[in-house]
């Protein structure tokens, strides 16, 4: 058993119910929006009662190292503007908003339910300086067919990057849902159309990450931009350190920072403790 899916069996609640397919779809027909209160944040958030039921029960983020970094990230960088790729239900750009205060902040999700509540969390919260771009992000712009994750709603896939997934892929283990098309993007063509160079982006795209850095070229030839992202796939890895950046495993589900040349030195007290990839 992968380590992934023994976590999954062990501490997820939801695991069993939507793996046992009578249950999950009885539970599915009564699920609805509700609002959680994040008391660390001091807001609400929109989540589905069922999909999302771990967070009426413990509204804080499932991997504590990675948000461990994420506010020391705030603290030593005070990032202005942040892009979060892959919201889902948007917990990065919450956090990194009451942490940095930016005057900019882009999610960008694809599945058309995750955006609606993003969209109520936003206006609830009366966030006017956010946007969701409801959009996949790889290495082009169009249209792009999508693997929906109806289970939790946060292992949806591009096709073509489930269709090349293992068996110890989340979206294999709970069942893929429906197929549906979804607008795709790249980071550069969000730039080229007049979006500000993020100064600190969390990206979490279930295997596609080395998509996204391919259409993201002008982006880290900028570079100021730092990228704390979960990764699967080694070419995202080498094609950052072939232009110079330096790469951190922060824990062991795959998570690391990027950093470019620019900014290494003044992220050492972040990094000190962090494995450098070699």
Same mark, same amino acid.
């Given at each position: 058993?992968s =380590?992934l ?6 501490f997820?609640? +939801?695991?069993?119910i939507?793996?046992?397919?009578w ?6 027909? !009564?699920?609805?929006?509700?609002? /959680?209160r994040?008391q ?5 958030m929109? /989540?589905m009662w069922f999909?999302?039921l771990?967070w009426l029960?413990?509204s804080?983020p499932k991997?504590?190292e990675?948000n461990?970094?994420m506010? $020391?990230?705030?603290e030593?960088?005070?990032?202005d ?13 919450w !956090?990194v908003?009451?942490?940095?205060k930016?005057s900019?902040?882009?999610l960008f999700?694809? +599945? ?5 509540l +993003?969209?109520?969390?936003i206006? $609830?919260?009366?966030?006017?300086h956010m946007?969701?771009v409801?959009?996949? %992000?790889a290495? $082009?712009c169009?249209?792009?067919s ?9 292992a949806?896939?591009i ?6 997934s293992s068996?110890a892929?989340?979206l294999?283990?709970?069942?893929p849902?429906?197929e549906?098309?979804v ?7 969000e730039?080229?159309?007049?979006a ?15 998509l ?5 070229e002008?982006? =880290?030839?900028s570079?100021g ?5 979960e ?6 890895i080498?094609l950052?350190?072939a232009r110079g950046w330096? %790469? ?6 795959n998570?690391? =920072? ?6 290494q ?8 403790? =962090?494995k450098c990839v070699?």
């Open positions: 058993m =380590l899916s023994t976590i999954r069996s062990r997820h609640p +939801l695991w069993r939507r793996r046992t397919p249950l999950f779809q009885i539970f599915r027909r !009564l699920d609805f929006p509700v609002w /959680v994040c660390t944040l001091g807001m609400k929109r /989540v999909r999302d771990n029960f413990d804080v991997e504590p990675f461990t970094v506010e $020391r990230l705030c030593v960088f005070r990032p503007v942040f892009w979060d790729v892959g919201a889902n239900l948007g917990w990065f750009s !956090l908003n009451a942490r940095a930016p900019e902040v882009v999700e694809p +599945l058309p339910q995750n955006a609606r +993003l969209g109520d969390t206006r $609830r919260n009366g966030f006017s946007r969701v409801e959009s996949a %992000v290495d $082009r169009g249209s792009v999508f693997q929906v994750d109806d289970k939790s709603g946060a949806s896939q096709k073509e990057v489930f269709d090349a068996d892929a989340i294999r283990g709970y069942g849902g429906a549906i098309s607008k795709m993007t790249t980071l550069d063509a730039i080229a159309a007049g500000r160079i993020p100064d600190l982006i969390k990206m979490d795209i279930e295997c596609a990450e080395h996204a850095l391919q259409g993201a002008k982006l =880290l030839a570079g931009t730092i990228i704390a992202f990764c699967y796939k080694k070419e995202a080498e950052l350190k330096k %790469v951190f495993l922060i824990d062991p589900l998570n690391y =920072l990027a950093l470019p040349p620019a900014l030195e003044r992220a050492r007290s972040i990094t000190q403790t =962090l070699e």
